[in-house]
């Protein structure tokens, strides 16, 4: 079985922290080039010289681009196309979970910017990646989703929303695309320890939820390396417009 991707072209966007930063270094351990895509030029060199330092890990390219600005978005994938000529896996990860708010008290700046990261993202990058995937010969997609797109939780309309509208996106690019060689899935993590989840949810709260995943424990960014670098790899081939749950469903 082949699940090497050493030499793929791979895009990691929220690449700075939390689950991008451990997806982009993992998918570089593997010896996948990757490029990373941050919004803050800093964050993203650094991670480039931090990853290049590694001994055998992929080439890295840094490029820039707040995910919901369609300019920018469209200008780092020509960038990519321009050093590498492909892309074969987009590991659309970056996304943004704001503090719980009730629907009520929601403020409708907060809404539109949850979806404008989450959702308009999502259409952003595939809308300007997969052209390249196809021209190439086909390619993956990864969308980084999460259950609460599944299933609701008090205070998280918003975040709810935009990823149960990232779970549809990836149904229905499969319908389209995958003719064209286009594989996606969305791949939802259950909590996990990464400065995002801390800055919106408290200790008491983790503590319940670890208590029902599996060795009583939440996620680690890590933790789901394994499955996303199997997905990038032509051994998953047969799976697409499908969602994967890593944690217990009914947690
Ligand atoms: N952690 C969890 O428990 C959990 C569970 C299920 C799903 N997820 C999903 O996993 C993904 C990563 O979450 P995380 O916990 O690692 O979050 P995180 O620590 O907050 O990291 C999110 C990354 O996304 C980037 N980002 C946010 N908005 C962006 C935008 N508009 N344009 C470009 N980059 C943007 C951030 O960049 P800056 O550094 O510039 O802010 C950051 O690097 C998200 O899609 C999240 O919804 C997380």
Request: charged residues 20%; hydrophobic residues 40%.
């Given at each position: 079985m082949d699940i090497s991707i050493s030499g793929k072209v791979v895009l990691v966007t929220g690449?700075?922290?939390g689950i991008g930063r451990s997806l982009a270094v993992g998918l570089a351990a593997e010896g996948a080039r990757t490029a990373i895509m941050t919004r803050n030029a800093d964050q993203g060199d650094r991670l480039a010289e931090e990853i290049g330092r590694s001994p055998g890990a992929g080439p890295v390219l840094p490029v820039v681009a707040d995910v919901g600005d369609e300019g920018a978005v469209a200008e780092a994938v020509r960038r990519i196309d321009r050093q590498w000529?492909?892309?074969?896996?987009?590991?659309?990860?970056a996304g943004w979970m704001p503090p719980a708010s009730p629907v009520l008290d929601t403020d409708v700046t907060r809404l539109r910017g949850v979806l404008d990261t989450n959702l308009v993202g999502s259409f952003l990058l595939t809308k300007h990646v997969a052209p390249v995937m196809i021209r190439g010969g086909g390619g993956r997609i990864v969308y980084i989703s999460s259950m609460i797109g599944v299933q609701a939780n008090q205070g998280l309309a918003a975040y709810g929303a935009s990823k149960a509208g990232l779970n549809i996106l990836n149904n229905v690019v499969h319908r389209e695309l995958a003719n064209q060689g286009i594989r996606t899935v969305a791949l939802a993590p259950g909590l996990t320890d990464t400065p995002g989840m801390r800055a919106s949810v408290g200790e008491e709260y983790i503590t319940t939820v670890a208590a029902s995943y599996p060795g009583g424990r939440i996620g680690r960014p890590e933790d789901i390396l394994a499955l996303t670098v199997f997905l990038c790899s032509?051994?998953?081939?047969?799976?697409?417009g499908t969602l994967i749950p890593v944690r217990p469903v009914t947690g």
């Open positions: 690449a700075g922290r000529g492909r892309i074969d896996a987009l590991v659309h990860n032509d051994a998953a081939q047969h799976i697409s």
